[in-house]
């Protein structure tokens, strides 16, 4: 933005929100001095953390396994940036799903203002249909059809974007429930001006719920989605065999 732009932008400010940018702007600045001071101890023994957390847990669970292979590094480097996360404060308290969030809300937020929406959901069930098709297989070998719901709710990118919040597989793990991940990136977008034609109901009813029939309807099974609740925002989906 140019001298003048950002001039223009500060006197259309309020008091507000003139205060509101100058204490962001002095946190952000705290903050990057203290993630500096972090990452320079953390750093060096990155490797050694990852190691030393991997071996916590496999003690704490009764495990002899090697959790992380020999990736003590990533491990050590996803480790470091969650506690980074842990301190972004303002302008309000981030979580380790909120880039999967953002970035998942501008592309539904896209499809929606642009009338895209059926387009952009077929072109969701095309991508996974190869993904998919291995289990398919595999519930044709097994007649367990738990595996379709596994197939689309255990992989890294669904539970990524939920684990924040919290979820848990029930009755054999043919049935998951979950707290729906949007609602405070939403919220924060909408004070600005941002996917404010987008709800977690119309995320839920509108996005969610066509993409996963979609993929049901490939894995030649039924989904059952819970009506949505605005007072819990629990998300429950179980799988049934075709009638």
Same mark, same amino acid.
């Given at each position: 933005?140019?001298?003048?732009?950002?001039?223009?932008?500060?006197?259309?400010?309020?008091?507000? =929100? /003139?205060?509101?940018?100058?204490?962001?702007?002095?946190?952000?600045?705290?903050?990057?001095?203290?993630?500096?001071? !972090?990452?320079?101890?953390?750093?060096?023994?990155?490797?050694?953390?990852?190691?030393?957390? *991997?071996?916590?847990? *496999?003690?704490? @669970?009764?495990?002899?396994?090697?959790?992380?292979?020999?990736?003590?590094? =990533?491990?050590?480097?996803?480790?470091?940036?969650?506690? $980074?996360?842990?301190?972004?404060?303002?302008?309000?308290?981030?979580?380790?799903?909120? *880039?999967?969030?953002?970035?998942?809300?501008?592309?539904?937020?896209?499809?929606?203002?642009?009338?895209?929406?059926?387009?952009?959901?077929?072109?969701?069930? =095309?991508?996974? $249909?190869?993904?998919? +098709?291995? %289990?398919?297989?595999?519930?044709?070998?097994?007649?367990?059809? +738990?595996?379709?719901?596994?197939?689309?709710?255990?992989?890294?990118?669904?539970?990524? #974007?939920?684990?924040?919040?919290?979820?848990? !597989?029930?009755?054999?793990?043919?049935?998951?429930?979950?707290?729906?991940?949007?609602? %405070?990136?939403?919220?924060?977008?909408?004070?600005?001006? @941002?996917?404010?034609?987008?709800?977690?109901?119309?995320?839920?009813?509108?996005?969610?719920?066509? /993409?996963?029939?979609?993929?049901?309807?490939?894995?030649?099974?039924? #989904?059952? !989605?819970?009506?949505?609740?605005?007072?819990?925002?629990?998300?429950?989906?179980?799988?049934?065999?075709?009638?």
């Amino acid at each position: 933005m140019s001298a003048t732009g950002a001039a223009v932008q500060e006197t259309t400010m309020t008091e507000e =929100e /003139r205060a509101r940018a100058d204490a962001i702007m002095k946190g952000w600045f705290a903050l990057n001095d203290y993630t500096q001071a !972090f990452e320079a101890k953390f750093g060096p023994i990155t490797a050694e953390i990852g190691r030393a957390v *991997a071996d916590l847990v *496999a003690e704490r @669970i009764g495990t002899t396994d090697n959790l992380i292979e020999d990736r003590d590094a =990533e491990f050590g480097r996803i480790i470091g940036n969650t506690i $980074r996360t842990f301190q972004m404060k303002l302008p309000y308290y981030h979580q380790g799903n909120d *880039a999967l969030i953002k970035e998942q809300l501008k592309w539904v937020d896209f499809a929606f203002s642009t009338g895209k929406v059926d387009e952009m959901i077929e072109w969701d069930i =095309e991508s996974m $249909r190869e993904i998919l +098709s291995e %289990r398919v297989y595999w519930i044709e070998q097994t007649g367990d059809i +738990s595996l379709a719901l596994d197939a689309i709710t255990t992989p890294t990118c669904f539970r990524d #974007l939920v684990a924040a919040e919290g979820f848990e !597989f029930h009755d054999n793990r043919h049935r998951v429930s979950y707290l729906s991940p949007y609602k %405070r990136i939403l919220e924060k977008g909408w004070k600005r001006g @941002i996917w404010t034609n987008l709800t977690e109901q119309k995320i839920h009813e509108e996005w969610t719920i066509p /993409r996963f029939r979609g993929y049901a309807d490939h894995l030649q099974v039924k #989904l059952v !989605f819970s009506p949505w609740n605005e007072e819990t925002r629990i998300i429950e989906i179980s799988v049934e065999p075709l009638a």
